[in-house]
């Protein structure tokens, strides 16, 4: 798991079939920016916990061709 925060949303005009109705934003992790699927309706600017790999997939249900998924918003740290 990571903390980061939102930096903003990424459009895609074309994307895989199994990527359908899925929301994409970046997290800036420290002085990497990461891709995630947003399983949690986060916003820009919010502190979010971002899960990576198998464990990702599985919060965005499943086999979907992710790395990278925003779990969590974190009110606090």
Known sequence: ML??????????????????????LTVRVGERI???ADCVGAGEGETVL????GAARVAAGGEIPIDAA???IIDGV
């Open 34 to 36: 990461l891709v995630c």
């Open 70 to 72: 925003i779990v969590g």
């Open 50 to 53: 971002v899960a990576t790999g």
């Open 3 to 24: 903390l980061g925060q939102v930096a903003g949303k990424v459009w895609a005009t074309k994307k895989s079939s199994a990527l359908t109705g899925q929301a994409f």
